[in-house]
């Protein structure tokens, strides 16, 4: 990962995953294969099953995939943002209801998935850029939810 900016760390009452999100001009890659393929220790001693989990990665692969931007649309034509916004509406709200309807899984086991964001501005030489990193954080413990 090249971003300035890391995912923080998970401690031991939340689990923090890189995840790449979709963007206007490009797929995002979504959740990091260390986690993708794998269930975390953490999430299987509270009671989360490696079916269920497996379940849920691919629902947020699902919305992934309807989400793609259009790259190749933003470097020809002009009119591309009003096309892909609508769809980068859709793939907004679909990430939400996964996160809802993910959270409704968890909640009996105590915890609580969010969809995390940060950003910081990057000076290199004469260019400045602007670099986010994203990741989905699980609490695990129902005083860290309440956080």
Same mark, same amino acid.
């Given at each position: 990962?090249?971003?300035?900016?890391?995912?923080? =760390?998970?401690?031991?009452?939340? #689990?923090?995953?890189?995840?790449?999100? &979709?963007?206007?001009?490009?797929?995002?890659? =979504?959740?990091?294969?260390?986690?993708?393929?794998? #269930?975390?220790?953490?999430?299987?001693?509270?009671?989360?099953?490696?079916?269920?989990?497996? !379940?849920?990665?691919?629902?947020?692969?699902?919305?992934?995939?309807? =989400?793609?931007?259009?790259?190749?649309?933003?470097?020809?034509?002009?009119?591309?943002?009003?096309?892909?916004?609508?769809?980068?509406?859709?793939? @907004? @709200?679909?990430?939400?209801?996964?996160?809802? @309807?993910?959270?409704?899984? #968890?909640?009996?086991?105590?915890?609580?998935?969010? &969809?995390? !964001?940060?950003?910081?501005?990057?000076?290199?030489?004469?260019?400045?850029?602007?670099?986010? &990193? @994203?990741? $989905?954080? $699980?609490? #695990? &413990?129902?005083?860290?939810? !309440? $956080?």
């Amino acid at each position: 990962m090249g971003n300035a900016m890391r995912v923080p =760390g998970s401690t031991p009452t939340r #689990l923090n995953m890189s995840f790449n999100v &979709t963007r206007c001009c490009g797929p995002g890659y =979504g959740l990091d294969v260390e986690f993708h393929d794998h #269930l975390h220790p953490e999430l299987r001693g509270r009671g989360l099953s490696k079916e269920v989990w497996d !379940a849920w990665v691919e629902k947020l692969d699902e919305v992934q995939r309807h =989400g793609h931007g259009c790259w190749h649309e933003c470097t020809m034509c002009l009119f591309c943002c009003c096309r892909v916004s609508g769809r980068m509406r859709t793939y @907004q @709200q679909g990430l939400r209801e996964w996160q809802d @309807q993910f959270n409704e899984v #968890l909640s009996p086991l105590g915890m609580f998935v969010k &969809t995390k !964001a940060a950003a910081v501005v990057v000076h290199r030489g004469n260019t400045t850029s602007r670099e986010e &990193t @994203q990741w $989905i954080s $699980i609490a #695990l &413990t129902p005083e860290e939810v !309440a $956080i």
